[in-house]
T-cell receptor, first 114, second 111 residues
Framework: KAGVTQTPRYLIKTRGQQVTLSCSPI?????VSWYQQTPGQGLQFLFE???????NKGNFPGRFSGRQFSNSRSEMNVSTLELGDSALYLC?????????????FGPGTRLTVL | SQELEQSPQSLIVQEGKNLTINCTSS?????LYWYKQKYGEGLIFLMMLQKGGEEKSHEKITAKLDEKKQQSSLHITASQPSHAGIYLCGADKDHFNKFYFGSGTKLNVKP
């Protein structure tokens, strides 16, 4: 079974631009979550999508948005990039099986904002 | 403040030594997850604990969840350089798939 894939792996943008990151979950997983990881703040939850609907949201500004497609693939968009948005963005694919929440992570997209 | 406190923040051990990493929550945990991360890469799932008093092992790594389900420890026996990385504990908040993580413990194993 293929794991979670994220594209691109690396990205360099300048302030004010926007960026779209993509995530393909494990086959059969309908939930996709996004996280931001920075040295200062650690790993923080952005949002979670399930069956094309945002089910949970973390404490991030509206510049961060996402969506999920019918095939469970998800995209995350950040508009009007700021220097502080430089981070590793991780996508996780999950399912609940027998009451147990199983979550698996992709390799991440390293975003650098100049 | 972090809802999950990990200690220590970093650890340097000699190859072959045992070590323990702790993860403490101020609230009762529904499930506690341990992940390992190599620098700049994704997280690798290690194990998940759900029941108070539960203990799980995988190769040389053992994790326990205390009876009150507010603290977990990860113990590595006879550490090897391959164990180096960042260890993160995570928890599922209120069963609503809103996951949160501790700040991580950076482990370096000297050969």
């Amino acid at each position: 079974k293929a794991g979670v894939t994220q594209t691109p792996r690396y990205l360099i943008k300048t302030r004010g631009q926007q960026v779209t990151l993509s995530c393909s979950p494990i086959s059969g997983h309908r939930s996709v979550s996004w996280y931001q990881q920075t040295p200062g703040q650690g790993l923080q939850f952005l949002f979670e999508y399930f069956s094309e609907t945002q089910r949970n949201k973390g404490n991030f500004p509206g510049r961060f948005s996402g969506r999920q497609f019918s095939n469970s693939r998800s995209e995350m968009n950040v508009s009007t990039l700021e220097l502080g948005d430089s981070a590793l963005y991780l996508c996780a694919s999950s399912k609940t099986s027998g009451g147990v929440f199983e979550q698996f992570f992709g390799p991440g997209t390293r975003l650098t904002v100049l | 403040s972090q809802e999950l406190e990990q200690s220590p923040q970093s650890l340097i051990v000699q190859e072959g030594k045992n070590l323990t990493i702790n993860c403490t929550s101020s609230k009762t945990l529904y499930g506690l997850y341990w992940y390992k991360q190599k620098y700049g890469e994704g997280l690798i799932f290690l194990m998940m604990l759900q029941k108070g008093g539960e203990e799980k092992s995988h190769e040389k790594i053992t994790a326990k969840l205390d009876e009150k389900k507010q603290q977990s420890s990860l113990h590595i026996t006879a550490s090897q350089p391959s164990h180096a990385g960042i260890y993160l504990c995570g928890a599922d908040k209120d069963h609503f798939n809103k996951f949160y993580f501790g700040s991580g413990t950076k482990l370096n194993v000297k050969p």
